[in-house]
């Protein structure tokens, strides 16, 4: 699904949004606003946004593997440089901030809290990161 690949660019630091029940044409309003680039797996909200003069991708199926697109758009639309890992919420698209431990006594596990100096909290749902085991693996399907 396309909602994996939105994770996968917030994890790259890009503004994503993921719309499940909105209309077409709010969509293609927003986009036009906001002047987002639009990456669908619908042929026909594709030609009709292209219609519209969008940047927009098409998503080769809803099944697409969300690492490798991803790769994908950021290299074909020349976003490399753009790229700011893991200053977004892959939840909610939030900023996150860094925050002392000591700001955070009791809101994470005291081992965790105990290993960690610096964690990272999203400005917009509060989930807290930290930089742990997985991190590696996350940053080498990112930048395989």
């Known amino acids: 699904m396309l909602g994996r690949v939105a994770r ?16 077409d044409l709010s969509i293609l309003a927003r986009c036009i606003k906001e002047k987002r680039i639009l990456i669908t797996a619908d ?10 003069n969008l940047n927009a991708v098409l998503a080769p199926s809803e099944d697409v593997n969300p ?10 639309l020349k976003l490399r440089e753009c790229t700011r890992p893991f200053s977004r919420c892959p939840k909610c698209n939030g900023e996150m901030e860094m925050i002392h ?31 742990g085991t997985h991190v590696d693996r996350i940053r080498e399907k990112l930048f395989r």
């Open 8 to 23: 996968v660019l917030r994890l790259l630091g890009f503004d994503t949004l993921y719309f499940r029940d909105e209309d």
């Open 43 to 52: 042929r026909e909200f594709f030609n009709l946004a292209k219609g519209w």
């Open 67 to 76: 690492w490798e697109f991803a790769r994908k758009v950021v290299e074909d």
């Open 101 to 131: 431990r000591n700001r955070l006594v009791g809101f994470v596990h005291p081992y965790v809290w105990h290993r960690h100096e610096y964690f990272a909290v999203c400005r917009e749902c509060g989930q807290i990161y930290w930089e």
